[in-house]
T-cell receptor, first 110, second 113 residues
Framework: EDQVTQSPEALRLQEGESSSLNCSYTVSGLRGLFWYRQDPGKGPEFLFT???AGEEKEKERLKATLTKKESFLHITAPKPEDSATYLC???????????FGKGTLLTVNP | NAGVTQTPKFQVLKTGQSMTLQCAQD?????MYWYRQDPGMGLRLIYY???????DKGEVPNGYNVSRLNKREFSLRLESAAPSQTSVYFC????????????FGSGTRLTVV
């Protein structure tokens, strides 16, 4: 069974303080790893798809990287508007559904 | 573009009542999904529809039924609501099943008392 573990559960940063979120996964035949952002009271918003180890994707202050066992979401010089819950999900080769982690709640203080 | 539209946004039910959650997408996506999100549990798949005319069980299907009414619409029905079904329900769609760049609706917050 596919499994996704995100750490830390919560992270509090000062504006401008760079950090990383971790997503560790166990999957049979990775077909894709996905990052989503979720704001309070809203549905998840798609950010990135990574398909193979070594791949990187960037969007504004966010950069996602992938190894064979984990993915990192690097946040450079975050702003308060980056505060949200960040979700990681994997799509394995044995089924057609995304398996989500429980998320990391990021708070960026001004 | 509206994307994925869910109705209602909020609902309170009494134990044993029934209701249908509605979902519609305007992106011409083939696949649609229903998830529930609970504190500490993350998003869990209830049912999905790979394409019009097909539906399959997900991780937590008990107590729910679904209907893929047409390509645009995918409804979730609770026949006899229980307090354990208190949750936030999200509908999502994607180009095809296995395409993980899902577009999610804004959710339905359901409370069963």
């Amino acid at each position: 069974e596919d499994q996704v573990t995100q750490s830390p559960e919560a992270l509090r940063l000062q504006e401008g303080e760079s950090s990383s979120l971790n997503c560790s996964y166990t999957v049979s035949g990775l077909r894709g790893l996905f990052w989503y952002r979720q704001d309070p009271g809203k549905g998840p918003e798609f950010l990135f798809t990574l398909y193979s180890a070594g791949e990187e994707k960037e969007k504004e202050r966010l950069k996602a990287t992938l190894t064979k066992k984990e993915s990192f979401l690097h946040i450079t010089a975050p702003k308060p508007e980056d505060s949200a819950t960040y979700l990681c999900a994997v799509l394995g080769g044995s089924n057609y559904k995304l398996t989500f982690g429980k998320g990391t709640l990021l708070t960026v203080n001004p | 573009n509206a994307g994925v539209t869910q109705t209602p946004k909020f609902q309170v039910l009494k134990t044993g009542q029934s209701m249908t959650l509605q979902c519609a997408q305007d992106m011409n996506h083939n696949s649609m999904y229903w998830y529930r999100q609970d504190p500490g549990m993350g998003l869990r798949l209830i049912y999905y529809s790979a394409s019009e005319g097909t539906t399959d069980k997900g991780e937590v299907p008990n107590g729910y039924n679904v209907s893929r009414l047409n390509k645009r619409e995918f409804s979730l029905r609770l026949e006899s609501a229980a307090p354990s079904q208190t949750s936030v329900y999200f509908c999502a769609s994607s180009t095809d099943v296995g395409g993980g760049g899902y577009t999610f609706g804004s959710g339905t917050r359901l409370t069963v008392v």
